[in-house]
């Protein structure tokens, strides 16, 4: 906590995990860029485990003299419901009053750090305005995601109406709160071929499983293992800054992973589950028993199927280093990118000030029109035309032609030829489900692996979550679907971590996910497969709109540019339990010339 007042905390527990983002990636940058990996024998095989040797010196413990206090404002100052950023000498505090209470937080989402003051305050939390993170209000705990990490709270009292604030300098500055863990105590951690808890795939729900089950005080054993050769990273981040090094989109720096004796195993495949005996068998013949197992191994690109689909300089965005050789061969050369979805577009986008051509080339006629819809793609399709991107629509890529090997040449269905030296292929994924496929963990016709509202999968002691999971959605009618999305792979890690401690959580969370193209950002919470209506609510032209998706009488989703906190908003009363109604919408429109928004926290439907 950031208060001063409270006992102090056992300081080993307070380790240097909680740097603001740009004081993490320089200390990520000094450390020794990749890591010390060291080498175990088990079962004969040499494993690399990443760990670093030297622990951080504890921050010690703040005296009075670490504290800063002062007045903030009088107690009339703010209404039931309102928040306000003030200043407190060392930095600025999130000040809310609720229900006659007045509490006092850190006033950045500590995810990508936006000011939560113009986020929304419900149901005793604040939700940030950019990307939906929800912070408990009475403790600053994250109580929804993405991100990692909670909100420092500040003691608040109040003296002759005057509202006093008192912060820790530290908290102050550091603007993120990581929750207090257990350790691992298994003597046999790092040294023998079982663990309690085996995680395949290191991902958000991975990583999230993982730190759950330690927030929760578990001090088993916990293995991570991961195809990619880095530690959890930040991969939303790749297809819209594709010159991201690894240490730059590192999650957590290696050192949190030693502290909390949390093992990462990197490039390490899993080939075949044996359920009857608990045990994982990798490429290299290792093999490791477990008591409790989560799948979260995520999904694996489409590749085309083309004419010359070998030839060099085409690549699928998959890996840090994949995203960086695809910046450095398009420098001042013709990129062409094969799929206007999410990551096509954003990777368009990124290329648009390095390339010296930018051409997407997709099937349908205009970008995300499944997702959006037609007038909203078509919007965003002239705001890439104005940046210089050229589409190829309603067509598909024939063949791929080489000269000395290298790409050269894309030619289309419609027979037209696009000089390209380097091509990007963002249409769509498939689970990486394939070493399940005769373990007895049951499988969808596409490969994806069913679970419950407790992320079990048919197997008992077997979880999964992340991309390669369908789970029935709560409010629409427990419906199965799949969402791969970031926030969405956070909050089933966290449910499976509880379930495996039998706490008997439920997925419940509103799906909210958000993309960035030319410095701007398009915000989107819901789920709207299947609408068949969309109101639209300021200017296209000028990207500053609110989109609603409609399914019959009842919004299903909503998107936006230039309208926060409107989604946020959205999520909020979602996640509350209730509807919101098309007719409500539409009167809204007839008489919101001005934004706004107060219809939507009513309450009754």
């Known amino acids: 906590m950031g208060g001063c007042f409270s006992k102090p905390k056992p300081v080993e527990l307070k380790i240097e995990v909680v740097l603001p983002e740009k004081e993490r990636s320089k200390e990520e940058l000094s450390a020794s860029g990749k890591g010390s990996p060291r080498a175990y024998q088990g079962n004969?095989?040499?494993?690399?485990?990443?760990?670093?040797?030297?622990?951080?010196?504890?921050?010690?413990?703040p005296g009075p003299q670490d504290c800063v206090e002062a007045a903030v404002c009088h107690v009339k100052d703010l209404e039931n419901g309102q928040m306000r950023e003030v200043e407190l000498g060392w930095g600025k505090v999130l000040l809310v009053k609720d229900n006659g209470e007045f509490h006092a937080l850190g006033h950045k989402c500590p995810h990508y750090g936006a000011p939560l003051v113009k986020g929304v305050l419900s149901r005793g939390r604040v939700r940030c305005p950019w990307h939906g993170a929800c912070f408990n209000i009475s403790t600053g705990d994250l109580e929804d995601f993405p991100g990692l990490d909670s909100l420092h709270k500040f003691q608040v009292k109040i003296e002759k109406e005057k509202v006093y604030v008192r912060a820790s300098k530290q908290a102050l500055q550091l603007q993120r709160r990581t929750k207090v863990m257990a350790k691992c105590i298994s003597p046999s951690a790092g040294h023998s071929g079982s663990t309690n808890v085996l995680i395949v795939g290191a991902g958000a729900a991975g990583l999230v499983c993982a730190e759950t089950l330690r927030q929760e005080g578990f001090s088993d054993r916990i293995v991570l293992c991961t195809l990619d050769r880095h530690l959890p990273y930040d991969r939303p981040k790749l297809s819209k800054s594709l010159d991201a090094q690894p240490e730059q989109l590192a999650l957590r720096p290696k050192e949190f992973f030693r502290a909390y004796g949390i093992e990462v195993l990197t490039e390490a495949q899993v080939v075949t589950v044996d359920v009857r005996n608990k045990k994982v068998v990798f490429k290299d013949g290792f093999k490791l028993e477990y008591s409790k197992l989560l799948l979260a191994p995520g999904s694996s690109p489409k590749t085309l199927s083309c004419k010359g689909k070998e030839?060099?300089?085409?690549?699928?965005?998959?890996?840090?280093?994949?995203?960086?050789?695809?910046?450095?061969?398009?420098r001042g050369r013709n990129a062409i990118v094969i799929?206007?979805?999410?990551?096509?577009?954003?990777?368009?986008?990124?290329?648009?000030?390095?390339?010296?051509?930018?051409?997407?080339?997709?099937?349908?006629?205009?970008?995300?029109?499944?997702?959006?819809?037609?007038?909203?793609g078509r919007a965003l399709m002239k705001m890439f035309e104005n940046n210089g991107v050229k589409f190829y629509m309603q067509t598909e890529v024939l063949e791929l032609r080489a000269q000395e090997g290298k790409l050269k040449e894309v030619v289309l269905k419609s027979s037209k030829v696009i000089r390209a030296d380097v091509c990007v292929v963002g249409i769509g994924a498939v689970p990486a489900t394939g070493f399940l496929r005769q373990s007895g963990i049951g499988l969808d016709s596409r490969g994806f692996i069913p679970v419950n509202k407790m992320m079990q999968t048919n197997v008992p002691g077997v979880f999964a979550a992340g991309d390669a999971v369908t789970f029935p959605l709560a409010w629409r009618n427990n419906r199965k679907v799949n969402i791969p999305h970031w926030q969405m792979a956070h909050a089933q890690g966290r449910v499976a971590a509880?379930?495996?401690?039998?706490?008997?959580?439920?997925?419940?969370?509103?799906p909210y996910l958000w993309t960035a193209m030319f410095g701007k950002s398009l915000r989107y919470a819901g789920y709207g497969e299947g609408f068949d209506d969309v109101i639209i609510q300021g200017d296209l032209e000028e990207l500053k709109f609110v989109a609603f998706y409609t399914k019959g009488d009842e919004v299903i989703a909503v998107a936006s540019m230039n309208y926060d906190p409107i989604v946020s908003k959205v999520a909020e009363v979602l996640g509350s339990g209730r509807a919101i109604r098309k007719r409500e919408v539409e009167l809204f429109m007839l008489h919101s010339k001005t934004g706004d928004m107060s219809w939507l926290t009513g309450k009754g439907s």
Do not use: C, W
């Not at 030839?311 to 398009?330: H, Q, W």
């Not at 368009?348 to 006629?365: G, P």
């Open 44 to 61: 004969g095989t040499a494993r690399h485990f990443h760990t670093e040797e030297r622990l951080p010196a504890p921050h010690p413990y």
């Open 311 to 330: 030839v060099e300089n085409v690549f699928t965005i998959r890996t840090p280093e994949d995203a960086n050789r695809v910046v450095r061969l398009a």
């Open 339 to 376: 799929g206007a979805g999410f990551l096509g577009m954003e990777v368009a986008a990124y290329l648009t000030e390095k390339a010296h051509s930018v051409s997407v080339v997709e099937l349908e006629e205009t970008p995300f029109r499944r997702f959006l819809g037609e007038r909203v």
């Open 498 to 510: 509880q379930n495996m401690l039998a706490q008997e959580a439920e997925i419940s969370t509103v």
